[in-house]
């Protein structure tokens, strides 16, 4: 179909809004437009987050020499004609917007050529107008060419992240659609270094594999699920392989990657029961619907999609995830060991707090600790000491926290950081947007006390850790790690976050038994720290019971 201009009544049906935020956003319309295209291979470069440079090129249709201007005006395209297709939306773009808004935003140049014409075109634009027009040589597609976004808008560049942040975005875009057309063979390079490359072969493992490692790919199960109002496909990772942030969920509805509240829920109830709290499946996830069930109009980065039926799709999806889970047989649960086996229905200990707000010592928090003297543990979970006035009920886990993180931040700035090197290196293997967070936080990481090193292929090799981080799930705990900081700002945040996490994941956990003398230890080692009364994530360390108020409740005095 040639390029026209939509008429201004079908122009006027278009959810519109800002669609350039951020480099990633100016790639994902550029891929968008290689893949109407009906390209095959698709080639991604960027330079610094995207600011500097951004070139996309593919093997596509090309752009026809005499529409090449027209692309350029706003609502100019060639998917389009009338309402009625605006009805029936089978390829990504459809607006005629995106050029043009890249356009007003940075300078562009377009070669392309098409198979019918002998040699490709040429143009550069400033400001939107086209300043050169050249013949050139080109094998047949299309390559666009994005310099200096933002540069005449300062206010939008304030807003943009730092450079790797700007990369994270970008490496998980090309991700996302690198597992939603296995076909295509991707690539995306940063500052020269290559990040992704999907084989393209038309299978959705080997793209897994090629975004999230072998190793994930090989465990995925299988979905597929086609009675009913959807057709629902993909691959879906096992409770084991669960991951502590949502980042690991994707969906495309009629190949297009959306966000979509509904389909995490309907993954989320599917693996009810299968994860313990704060984990998230990992899943890619195909719905093919009829167009005319959807509505891809609705948000201006086509982000998000309106079904029709939402409570069918919702059921289809939930289903299909249901039947592979159930066709596999999954090992126990990881989920945490029941409190006081035997005793689950007792609760009189709740009672006593119900009535009134227990005081919760951390609204003090500089108030020194006095010295308890241990009576024991309950359920695993909880020390019960007793204190000069009362007793006193410490979350075990939370006071470790607590007495790792200072220990962390004091060996950091000291420079005294303790290190234990591996005997046998361990390899990680990282999603593009992990590598990203990676190499953003690897000067913090060294400061810590990790020695890192690239292995290929998004491979990395962990030589040394941190002498005070539990040397049995370090890859856990590193991509715990980069989940949680994936997209998050400065280096001084970066400091806390680390000494954070490495203090949570090193911390010794509910359920787990100790000895008096291991209570006794805990308990003294609070005592030296500088807040002991709150975790580093604020909550309380222990709940007080004044003397005062246990003879109050005991009606020992009015
Ligand atoms: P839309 O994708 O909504 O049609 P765009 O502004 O993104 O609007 O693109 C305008 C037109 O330019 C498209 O309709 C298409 O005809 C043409 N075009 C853009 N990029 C390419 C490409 N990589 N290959 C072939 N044609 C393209
Ligand atoms: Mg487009």
Not at 246 to 257: A, D, H, I, T, Y
Not at 483 to 500: F, N, P, V
């Amino acid at each position: 179909m040639a390029i026209k201009i939509l008429a201004s009544e079908v122009a006027s049906k278009i959810a519109a809004g800002e669609v350039i935020e951020r480099p990633a956003s100016v790639i994902k319309e550029l891929i968008e437009n290689c893949l109407d295209a009906a390209a095959t291979q698709i080639a991604v470069e960027a330079q610094g987050g995207g600011v500097e440079l951004i070139k996309v090129s593919d093997n596509g249709t090309g752009i026809a020499s005499s529409e090449l201007e027209l692309a350029f005006h706003r609502y100019a395209t060639s998917k389009i004609g009338d309402l009625e297709d605006l009805e029936r939306i089978s390829s990504l773009g459809f607006r005629g917007e995106a050029l043009p808004s890249i356009a007003a935003v940075a300078d562009v140049e377009v070669l392309t050529k098409t198979p019918s014409h002998p040699t490709a075109d040429y143009i550069c634009l400033r400001n939107g107008e086209v300043v050169r027009r050249e013949t050139r040589a080109r094998a047949q597609g299309t390559t666009v060419t994005v310099n200096r976004l933002f540069r005449h808008f300062p206010a939008r560049l304030k807003f943009l992240k730092s450079t790797s942040t700007e990369n994270g975005h970008i490496a998980n875009l090309v991700s996302q659609y690198a597992l939603a057309f296995p076909e295509v063979r991707f690539s995306l390079t940063l500052d020269g270094r290559g990040s992704i490359g999907s084989p393209g072969d038309g299978d959705l493992r080997q793209a897994v594999s090629a975004i999230y490692g072998p190793e994930l790919a090989q465990v995925m199960l299988k979905i597929e699920h086609r009675d009913g109002l959807a057709k629902v496909s993909g691959l879906i990772g096992p409770p084991a392989s669960a991951r502590s942030s949502r980042n690991w969920l994707s969906f495309f509805v009629n190949r297009r990657w959306v966000r979509s509240a509904l389909l995490i829920r309907a993954t989320t109830e599917a693996y009810r029961g299968l994860l313990p709290d704060g984990k998230h499946p990992v899943v890619v996830i195909n719905v093919w619907l009829p167009p005319q069930e959807l509505d891809v109009n609705i948000h201006p980065a086509k982000a998000e999609v309106k079904f029709c039926h939402e409570q069918a799709v919702f059921g289809e999806v939930r289903k299909a995830i249901e039947q592979a889970l159930a066709r596999t047989p999954i090992p126990a649960s990881p989920k945490a060991v029941p409190f006081w086996p035997g005793y689950g229905q007792w609760q009189s200990p709740r009672m006593i707090m119900d009535n009134e707000p227990v005081f919760a010592v951390a609204q003090l928090p500089t108030m020194e600790l006095p010295v308890l003297r241990i009576l024991g543990q309950m359920a695993g979970t909880y020390i019960i000491a007793e204190g000069p006035d009362g007793l006193y009920l410490i979350d075990q886990h939370a006071a470790h926290e607590r007495i790792l993180y200072d220990r962390i931040l004091g060996q950091l700035s000291r420079r005294e950081v303790e290190v234990q090197g591996l005997l046998e290196p361990i390899t990680m293997e990282l999603s593009p947007r992990e590598e990203e967070t990676l190499r953003s936080i690897m000067e913090s990481l060294v400061e810590f006390g990790f020695s890192i090193e690239p292995f290929g292929n998004r491979s990395y090799l962990i030589r040394a850790i941190p002498a005070l981080m539990a040397a049995a799930d370090i890859v856990d705990t590193v991509t715990i790690l980069l989940d949680t900081l994936s997209g998050k700002g400065g280096r001084d945040s970066w400091e806390e976050k680390i000494a954070q996490s490495l203090a949570c994941h090193g911390s010794i956990r509910a359920g787990q038994q100790l000895s008096s003398e291991e209570m006794s230890e805990l308990v003294k080692q609070l005592e030296q720290t500088g807040q002991p009364r709150a975790c580093p994530h604020g909550r309380s360390t222990m709940i007080h019971l004044s003397s005062h108020r246990l003879e109050k409740e005991f009606g020992r005095i009015g």
